[in-house]
């Protein structure tokens, strides 16, 4: 069998080191008697209706402790880190948190909203190199506030009927960014409301920015941003010719990536394994009427198969929280082997990939064949790493990439913009 765990590894970089004094130095001495009355668990989740993996992994874990129950306060993915914001400031009985980004996470962290895990990872041994290296990246100055339970990459995924219908052979493992360029023209055919193109990407910051850092040499935290200009000069120029849907017919559409691939509007599309729990669903359903699969995203020039970029989920603990040690003993579960078979089984990919889960995830019901070799990285880079900075930041790739896109500044100009303002940020 397949080593996952070699073939998954990242390449872990040091964490950066910041000044956290939220748990710092605390240490967990005993585990409360918490299991002798009962305990309901609140948790804040994006999504929850459509993830029956966290049913799932609730359901099982108060099979195994019957006093302790779930309350889940589902949120739209949209509204999710407002709406976290605003109920933890109103000081809201909330005990586990899922964090749905990195800057989250950070801004969690950094004000004290959530628990150091850290003394209870080394109380009960948790072995962190069951996570590939994810959670070295989730680690700020030797304490972590959160272990993941999912830990996704962006693939690209592609319609093969459509291919099959235009005679152009399917995306490869081995393909850069210049190839599906060539491939988005091949793709592109129609007009107006027949109209296929060969691409999309989501108007997210990320689905150009990551293009750049996927081989490891940059990340997108940076005091230099030319390294991205090649990347946007390809993506507008696609977009110019029509081999890719507009920024702007995105944006002031409303329109997602689920409905404009479910409908056949497009050929390829660059996303992340989030998307798979939507296909399946789908096509399982019987509501898909072609076939799909996926294979590594694109590379640079100068890079290779399996460079990725990736988006780790961890699990925290309220630092308010009545029900700590109950709570950590769920995140416990959720980020063991048996909690990564329950997200596996449900679609979605998890932070421990071991033959086993891989197996459960890769051969479930409605999965395309032979599309395993997707999964096999090189290394991974996170779409924003943490930082002190980190939600700042976020804030300024997102809008100077919004600029670029809709041609407010030009690449230059817009990059140029981006190197001054983070400089600025990170000098603060």
């Known amino acids: 069998m397949r080593n996952w765990k070699k073939r998954l590894g990242v390449c872990v970089t040091a964490s950066m080191a910041v000044g956290l004094m939220a748990g710092y130095g605390m240490t967990v001495s005993a585990q409360e008697d918490w299991e002798s009355e009962p305990v309901v668990l609140t948790a804040t989740i994006v999504d929850y209706a459509t993830c029956g993996y966290f049913k799932d992994a609730m359901d099982k874990f108060t099979e195994m402790h019957p006093n302790v129950t779930f309350e ?32 989250q996470y950070m801004t969690l962290a950094s004000n004290g909203q959530v628990e150091n895990l850290m003394p209870y990872v080394e109380r009960d041994n948790v072995d962190l190199s069951i996570y590939d290296g994810a959670a070295e990246k989730l680690t700020l100055n030797g304490e972590i506030y959160g272990l993941p339970f999912r830990n996704d990459l962006w693939l690209l995924y592609y319609n093969k009927t459509l291919f099959d219908k235009a005679g152009v052979d399917y995306p490869t493992d081995d393909m850069t960014w210049d190839d599906w360029a060539v491939m988005c023209e091949k793709m592109t055919s129609g007009e107006g409301v027949d109209k296929i193109y060969g691409g999309y990407l989501q108007n997210w910051p990320a689905s150009v920015q990551n293009m750049t ?11 230099d941003y030319s390294f991205m200009k090649d990347a946007y000069e390809r993506v507008l120029d696609l977009q110019d010719k029509g ?3 507009d920024y702007s017919t995105i944006s002031t559409g409303n329109l997602h990536y689920t409905g404009c691939f479910f409908n056949q509007q497009i050929a390829t599309v660059y996303q992340g394994t989030w998307f798979n729990t939507y296909l399946l669903e789908q096509s399982n359903a ?30 925290c603990v309220n630092s308010k929280s009545k029900n700590k040690e109950a709570a950590w003993q769920f995140v416990k579960f959720l ?9 596996a089984a449900n679609g979605a990919l998890p ?5 086993e889960i891989m197996d459960i995830y890769i051969h479930q019901e409605g999965f395309p064949e032979d599309c395993d070799s997707a999964f096999e990285v090189n290394q991974i880079s996170f779409e924003v790493p943490v930082h002190e900075k980190s939600g700042t930041i976020g804030t300024i ?32």
């Open 243 to 245: 081999y890719i849907m």
């Open 397 to 428: 790739l997102n809008e100077e990439n919004s600029l670029i896109m809709t041609k407010s500044l030009s690449v230059d100009e817009g990059l140029q913009e981006l190197t001054d303002r983070v400089n600025e940020a990170l000098n603060e």
């Open 286 to 315: 019987g509501e898909l009427d072609f076939e799909w699969s996926m294979v590594k995203a694109p590379h640079t020039a100068d890079g290779q198969s399996g460079d990725a970029v990736g988006a780790a989920f961890p699990m």
């Open 351 to 355: 932070a421990v990939r071991t033959d």
């Open 213 to 223: 850092i996927c081989d490891g040499k940059h990340t997108t935290i940076e005091t």
């Open 72 to 103: 889940p306060i589902d949120i739209l993915n949209s509204d999710y880190i407002e709406k976290v914001t605003t109920m933890l400031a109103g000081g809201e009985d909330i005990d586990l948190i899922y964090s749905k980004n990195n800057q």
């Open 335 to 343: 980020t063991s082997e048996e909690g990564a078979k329950i997200i």
